[in-house]
C-alpha cells in the first residue's frame, strides 16, 4: 500500500519507474486497490493516476473499471481511460495467444496419451478429448 500510494502522488516519470515493482503484485489485488482510492478520492490527480495505473499494471482485471470511467464528466480522465483500454486490450490479446499455445501443447499431450500402454489412462485421456471438441 505504501509503495501504490507512492505511485499515486509522485512526479510522472518516477511513477513509471515503479512500475515493474508493483507488477509483482498480483494484478487483481492492485485493480482493487486502485479502484478503492478512486473511488475515494477527490483529488484529480490521484484519480488521473489511478486511472493511469490501472491500465499499466491489472490487465483484464480493470477492464470493467476502465469502461466505467470511459464515461467520466473529466475529459482527462476519459483520455486515460481510452489510453488504458488499449492497453489492455494488447495485455488480453498477448494473454490469449499465450494461452492458445498452452492449450495446443495440452490437447497434444491428450492426443499422445490417447496411446498410451494402460487402457485406464486411454480411456480418461479419450474422455477428456471428447469434452475438448465438444466446446471447440
Known amino acids: ?3 501504490l500510494a507512492h505511485l499515486l502522488s509522485a512526479e510522472a516519470e ?15 489485488e492492485i485493480a482493487k486497490r486502485l479502484e478503492s482510492v478512486f473511488r475515494q478520492s477527490r483529488d484529480l490527480r490521484s484519480r488521473s493516476r489511478a486511472v493511469w495505473a490501472m491500465g499499466e499494471l491489472a490487465g ?3 477492464l470493467a473499471f476502465m469502461i466505467e470511467t470511459a464515461s467520466s464528466q473529466e475529459q482527462n480522465l476519459r483520455r486515460l481511460s481510452a489510453s488504458a483500454l488499449g492497453k489492455i486490450h494488447d495485455a488480453i490479446a498477448a494473454e490469449d495467444d499465450d494461452l492458445q499455445r498452452q492449450l495446443d501443447r495440452a490437447r497434444d499431450a491428450l ?3 490417447c496411446r498410451d500402454r494402460a487402457l485406464q489412462v486411454r480411456q480418461y485421456a479419450e474422455k477428456s478429448l471428447r469434452k475438448w471438441k465438444e466446446k471447440n
Not at 511513477?15 to 515493474?20: M, R, Y
Open 1 to 3: 500500500d505504501e509503495m
Open 14 to 28: 518516477q511513477a513509471k519507474s515503479l512500475l515493474p515493482a508493483l507488477a509483482a503484485y498480483h494484478p487483481g
Open 60 to 62: 483484464r482485471r480493470g
Open 111 to 113: 492426443e499422445k496419451l
